[in-house]
């Protein structure tokens, strides 16, 4: 399956009788429904198997080529991304630790549509795991469940979940994994949906054990190895996550730029404005710049997956967070129509992306428990920056980054809980940026250049910050800057490993850096506006051609 053949399956999105268009995810969202039909078409043609590997009668190839099909069904409804992908977490710590048998109900659940669901959250505990109470008991021939997971993904729906409850009594090893069947209902009551403000009709539910039976084969892995497998787990969310923001971003962006052209002021279009122009030129960097982290994530993962506790964490915020800036810059633009709940450009979809781009930023973890999650590494992290840099982290670097390039298989045992110090999109800049200053310079591109000094200068100052930071506060506010920075980074090195592909232009490099080193050092992007211009022209051209805001090709229906 391609991108184009699920925009050729679903047809026009902005067709108000297609039951795959944005009207009728309009409709789903004021009715709180479930995206039953639009599943159905996407399960039908094999969509859902796409995350799952092939030795479990998936179709998975790489992240980079999922995450393509997943932002183009998701900028349509992102409800699509839950509604066939919320397995995903499950099946991950399956893959890790999951004895043969685990692995095969999962996959036959899975391949034929339905769901399996993750539980390790607890209201009163939030992303403090390590206060959970839930409680697997031993007893004859196995355990006894008793507590209350919450937020559980499709938890009234899923037929098994993976389950993570207390068995010792102190720090990360006091932790198990089972799977559980959930046919059998006995000792187990599933609450009512969870009314989000967002992704309305996914079923967010809390299920309570008191005293369920749970077999001694539903162990995943061994005792007090279930953290172990989330962290990695979720290092792998963290990335598929990405596309559902992207299909918000992409939505809100096309819709804001539809408005802009056929709305007039006067004698003139509202997107010759200069108002109008400066904030969709902000809007269109971010876009562009979270594609381009995210492709260098997904990328990423099959190259270097040891480094991802750092690696996917960085790319998460930024992705999230440019995302916001998106649906912000376009909301200034739209003005009234932004709020407008059934009226305007879309019929109320702009409110509906806003809702939904809200939920993708927390689906995994919150914002600050992601930059806290890498923060502690960022001392070992900064320091490699100014060592030597070794051949084979070059080469590495030019696999991720060069788009024809083949990536390695995917290997999911070789994901770590630390980078160990190690982060090679920044460790690699002190090669790649004389070479790319030495292209820029011949080419007489001297902003662009002055924004490659300027990178480099942050980030190796960045080392010498976080080891005055205090260690509390200081180290996640620096870990905020380090993913902006990391994300400049990738641009940069985009630029670089692909200097025939046109996409990849000194301009739009420039417009990349602008946004993201004004977002690195905390000041407002308008501050340098002209240098993002450029950034709408690019996706002005790609709207016209009907091409998705992205450096990967896709036409669009």
């Not at 602008?514 to 709207?543: K, M, N, S, V």
């Amino acid at each position: 399956m391609t991108p184009e053949e699920i925009e050729r399956l679903l047809g026009d999105p902005y067709d108000a009788t297609n039951p795959y268009g944005f009207a009728a995810a309009v409709a789903r969202d004021e009715q709180d429904a479930f995206p039953e039909e639009l599943c159905a078409k996407l399960r039908e043609a094999g969509f859902h198997l796409h995350y799952l590997p092939r030795e479990w009668g998936g179709r998975f190839e790489s992240f980079d080529r999922t995450m393509l099909l997943v932002r183009t069904a998701a900028r349509r409804d992102l409800n699509v991304m839950p509604g066939t992908m919320f397995g995903i977490t499950a099946a991950t710590c399956l893959a890790l630790h999951g004895s043969p048998e685990q692995r095969k109900h999962a996959a036959e659940i899975l391949t034929r549509g339905g769901a399996v669901g993750f539980a390790l959250s607890e209201a009163a505990h939030g992303s403090d795991l390590l206060a959970n109470t839930a409680r697997l008991e031993p007893v004859d021939s196995g355990w006894e469940l008793t507590g209350q997971k919450w937020m559980v993904g499709l938890g009234r729906r899923c037929e098994a979940v993976y389950l993570v409850a207390r068995t010792g009594e102190r720090g990360p090893g006091a932790f198990s994994a089972v799977l559980l069947d959930l046919t059998d209902t006995g000792r187990l009551e599933r609450g009512p949906a969870v009314q989000a403000s967002g992704m309305r009709g996914i079923d967010f539910a809390h299920l309570r054990f008191d005293r369920f039976r749970v077999p001694p084969d539903a162990l995943v892995g061994a005792e007090g190895q279930a953290l172990e497998s989330v962290m990695k787990a979720q290092q792998v969310v963290r990335v598929m996550s990405m596309a559902g923001s992207l299909g918000i971003a992409d939505t809100a962006l096309r819709l804001t730029l539809d408005f802009a052209a056929d709305r007039r002021v006067g004698r003139k279009a509202l997107l010759e404005s200069p108002y109008s122009r400066r904030e969709l030129a902000i809007a269109s960097a971010a876009a562009l710049a979270a594609d381009a982290t995210a492709v260098a994530a997904a990328r990423g993962i099959h190259v270097a997956p040891g480094t991802f506790s750092v690696w996917g964490c960085a790319a998460k915020h930024v992705v999230a967070e440019s995302t916001e800036e998106v649906l912000r810059r376009c909301g200034g633009v739209l003005a009234t129509r932004a709020v407008l709940r059934t009226e305007g450009p879309g019929g109320g979809l702009f409110q509906k992306l806003q809702r939904d781009a809200a939920i993708v930023r927390v689906v995994d973890t919150s914002t600050l428990a992601n930059l806290r999650s890498y923060s502690a590494q960022l001392p070992a992290v900064a320091g490699a920056v100014s060592g030597a840099v070794p051949a084979d982290t070059v080469e590495a670097v030019r696999q991720v980054f060069d788009l024809s390039a083949p990536l390695p298989a995917y290997r999911p045992e070789r994901l770590d809980l630390n980078a160990r110090g190690h982060d090679p999109v920044t460790a690699a800049l002190g090669t790649v940026a004389p070479e790319a200053l030495a292209r820029l310079t011949a080419r007489a591109e001297q902003a662009t250049a002055h924004l490659v000094v300027r990178l480099s200068e942050a980030v190796t100052g960045l080392s010498a910050e976080v080891f005055e930071a205090d260690r509390e506060t200081g180290l996640a506010d620096l870990a905020e800057r380090f993913a902006w920075l990391h994300a400049a980074t990738c641009c940069l090195h985009l630029w670089w490993a692909n200097p025939t592909n046109p996409f990849f232009t000194p301009a739009w490099l420039c417009a990349c850096l602008t946004y993201l080193l004004a977002r690195a050092d905390g000041t407002d992007p308008r501050r340098d506006c002209a240098e993002q211009l450029p950034a709408l022209d690019i996706t002005t051209d790609l709207h016209d051609h009907d091409q998705l805001f992205s450096a990967l090709p896709v036409h669009l229906a």
